[in-house]
């Protein structure tokens, strides 16, 4: 049961903007950093954006990460085909059961 | 650059314990730089992570596994393990061994894994 909850799907043109949100607590989102990984059809999942808002080498700069209080956004502008993926954010959890939580994912449809 | 490879069995039967090793190259699990994890993935849902292990053998696991879930790391053959027991066919999952990184600072506790392993199914069934 993810305590991250994300819209199922998202879709845009090749070339939009498409943007995905985040939305967590106090004790996750609000007091430590999103991460954003992207999972292709059939593969392991990939690091998009750690830190909130850092790219990893090799990582496109059309994919972008930001974090206001307990939510947290992913945006992919000029939308490409091989962008079509599942997309999940993480952050650590501070509760009383600390852990590392997933997002409920994004399946993003390139149309 | 570093790259993880799961291996163990695909299936196991019901009640009894799941086995994988996660070998490292490419770069060490000695390194203090990070905590070694594993992640599952149930066939079509979502993301859950399991654990994960420092060199020094400290463990951090998912309070809702962690009566049934031991990680270990054998420094020697650059790996490290999980064990699940008693399974049931909720545990049907594609296992992933992961690299994290992590550091304290102003923003929180910053954790995050990369890269992962190609990850490996384990089917829970008589």
């Known amino acids: 049961q993810s305590v991250l909850t994300q819209p199922p799907s998202a879709s845009g043109t090749p070339g939009q903007r498409v943007t995905i949100s985040c939305s967590g607590s106090?004790?996750?989102?609000?007091?430590?950093?999103v991460n954003w990984y992207q999972q292709l059809p059939g593969t392991a999942p990939k690091l998009l954006i750690y830190s909130n808002n850092q790219r990893p080498s090799g990582v496109p700069d059309r994919f972008s990460g930001s974090k206001s209080g307990t939510s947290a956004s992913l945006a992919i502008s000029g939308l490409q085909s091989e962008d079509e993926a599942d997309y999940y954010c993480?952050?650590?959890?501070?509760?009383?059961?600390?852990?590392?939580?997933f997002g409920t994912g994004t399946k993003v449809t390139v149309l | 650059q570093v790259q993880l490879q799961e291996s163990g069995p695909g299936l196991v039967k019901p009640s009894e314990t799941l086995s994988l090793t996660c070998t490292v190259s490419g770069g060490s699990v000695s390194s203090g730089s990070y905590y070694w994890s594993w992640i599952r993935q149930p066939p079509g849902k979502g993301l859950e992570w399991i654990g994960y292990i420092y060199y020094s053998g400290s463990t951090n696991y998912n309070p809702s596994l962690k009566s049934r879930v031991t990680i270990s790391v054998d420094t020697s053959k650059n790996q490290f393990s999980l064990k699940l027991s008693s399974v049931t066919a909720a545990d049907t999952a594609v296992y992933y061994c992961a690299r994290g990184t992590y550091y304290y600072d102003s923003s929180g506790f910053q954790l995050w894994f990369d890269p992962w392993g190609q990850g490996t199914l384990v089917t829970v069934s008589s």
């Open positions: 993480a952050a650590w959890d501070d509760s009383l059961n600390a852990l590392y939580v």
């Open positions: 106090s004790s996750n989102i609000g007091s430590n950093t």
